[in-house]
């Protein structure tokens, strides 16, 4: 199975700040990797697919780099409506895993 | 309006089954890759089951050989039948569906999920 490092688990941020989440595989996925938005109580939300394609309607804040084993998540100016838990998920091969989750809370 | 709507949770006792189901509306749930996602209490997500749009189905090693992913075309509607199950099934059930996945060389990727149901909560208690 391929294991998902995500980091870091859990983060302090101001409004206005730039936020990086990274996403390490343990092997090569290409750009089999997307990223979700989950607030309490609420279904996961697409945010990026496919490494660094942004999905429909998603502000243009949030961006997705990386390609093989590194992969990172950009949020350029964190908005009160941003403070949620962010998950990678590898969409290379079963079981299509996530990552720990990164929890961004308010400083 | 693309949708998904799961229901069938509840509190089971251990070694009971339970059936999900998820209604689809706004696609055809028959020509996607459909997947199972749940997350316990407190925890991250993880990914459970899929089923392609030519019928094939894989499984996490935590529940292969007690869950089965299923598909009524009439009723455009995803089940998981849910068999012997444990204290740590217990979680929110989601299902989504996938974009943009494919088959190639014999391997299928399933792109992206999207959208999400709104998740149903499984209870696993004595």
């Known amino acids: 199975d391929i294991q998902m490092t995500q980091s870091p688990s859990s983060l302090s941020a101001s409004v206005g700040d730039r936020v990086t989440i990274t996403c390490r595989t343990s092997q090569s996925i290409s750009g089999y990797l997307n990223w979700y938005q989950q607030k309490p109580g609420k279904a996961p939300k697409l945010l990026i697919y496919a490494a660094s394609s942004l999905q429909s309607g998603v502000p243009s804040r949030f961006s997705g780099s990386g390609s093989g084993t590194d992969f990172t998540l950009t949020i350029s100016s964190l908005q009160p409506e941003d403070f949620a838990t962010y998950y990678c998920q590898q969409s290379y091969s079963t079981p299509y895993t996530f990552g720990g989750g990164t929890k961004v809370e308010i400083k | 309006e693309v949708q998904l709507v799961e229901t069938g949770g509840g509190l089971i006792q251990p070694g009971g089954s339970l059936r999900l189901s998820c209604a689809a509306s706004g696609f055809t749930v028959s020509s996607n890759y459909m997947n199972w996602v749940r997350q316990a209490p407190g925890k991250g997500l993880e990914w459970v089951s899929v089923i392609y749009s030519g019928g094939s189905t894989y499984y996490a090693d935590s529940v292969k050989g007690r869950f089965t992913i299923s598909r009524d075309n009439s009723k455009n509607t995803l089940y998981l039948q849910m068999n012997s199950l444990r204290a740590e099934d217990t979680a929110v059930y989601y299902c989504?569906?996938?974009?943009?996945?494919?088959?190639?060389?014999?391997?299928?990727?399933?792109?992206?999920?999207?959208?999400w149901g709104q998740g149903t909560l499984v209870t696993v208690s004595s």
């Open positions: 989504a569906r996938s974009l943009g996945g494919y088959c190639s060389g014999g391997s299928c990727y399933p792109g992206w999920f999207d959208p």
